[in-house]
């Protein structure tokens, strides 16, 4: 079993519509949780960051920690054809451990015009 | 200020020819990382430098991969003996420091092994 599951899609949607993209983890270590964004042929890119449990909201995007089910998601409001490209969650221990972040396989969104 | 870059962005070999890939982060970063990523796959940790400090070297998968880091600049990863598994877009990245998560990524090397 992998320590950090991802659906890897692809998922299609509407210009418009909600996207609920989630991972789910083995680590109850775990403590600092990220959302990548990775466009085609292009290195990822850090899009939310948080710490522990909750929710933290930066325009359009929501990110969700459940640490009780080791369940996060990252929500997409008013999806934009932009947004179209693989997301990969990330997680950590601490921040000094040297291997530092475990990913996820990614999912694979587009959003239709 | 630029960000992190890697060279060459494409690379096609044969099996059993060595490859080198560079990566140069950002200016200041004394962290710096290599990751594989396989089609469809997500990000394989490989090795992770840290200052002066002896590298993580726990990721690597096999003998054939090695790589080196001149101070806190540029890196590069070689792999000897390339075999068709070995095929796969190398991402570096960089961060400020070893306890911060942030990590900056380059645009990757595609490895394509013939």
């Known amino acids: 079993q992998k320590e950090v599951e991802q659906d890897p899609g692809p998922l299609s949607v509407p210009e418009g519509a909600i996207v609920s993209l989630n991972c789910t983890y083995s680590?109850?270590?775990?403590?600092?949780f990220m959302w990548y964004r990775q466009y085609s042929r292009k290195g990822p890119e850090l899009l939310m960051y948080?710490?522990?449990?909750g929710n933290k909201e930066d325009g359009r995007f929501t990110a969700q920690v459940d640490k009780s089910s080791k369940y996060i998601s990252l929500f997409i409001r008013d999806s934009q054809p932009s947004d179209s490209a693989t997301y990969l969650c990330?997680?950590?221990?601490?921040?000094?451990?040297?291997?530092?972040?475990?990913f996820g396989s990614g999912t694979q969104l587009t959003v239709l015009p | 200020g630029a960000g992190v870059s890697q060279s060459p962005s494409n690379k096609v070999t044969e099996k059993g020819k060595d490859v080198e890939l560079r990566c140069d982060p950002i200016?200041?970063?004394?962290?710096l990382y290599w990751y594989r990523q396989r089609l469809g796959q997500g990000l394989e940790f490989l090795i992770y430098?840290?200052?002066?400090?002896?590298?993580?070297k726990s990721g690597l998968p096999s003998d054939r991969f090695s790589a080196e880091r001149t101070g806190e600049s540029v890196s590069t990863l070689t792999i000897q003996r390339t075999q068709q598994e070995d095929s796969a877009v190398y991402l570096c990245?960089?961060?400020?420091?070893?306890?911060?998560?942030?990590?900056?990524f380059g645009p990757g090397t595609r490895l394509t092994v013939l």
């Open positions: 990245a960089s961060s400020l420091a070893r306890g911060n998560l942030e990590q900056f």
């Open positions: 680590n109850s270590a775990f403590q600092y």
């Open positions: 948080t710490y522990s449990s």
């Open positions: 990330a997680m950590s221990t601490l921040p000094g451990s040297a291997r530092q972040l475990t």
């Open positions: 200016s200041g970063h004394t962290a």
């Open positions: 430098f840290q200052g002066n400090s002896a590298p993580d």
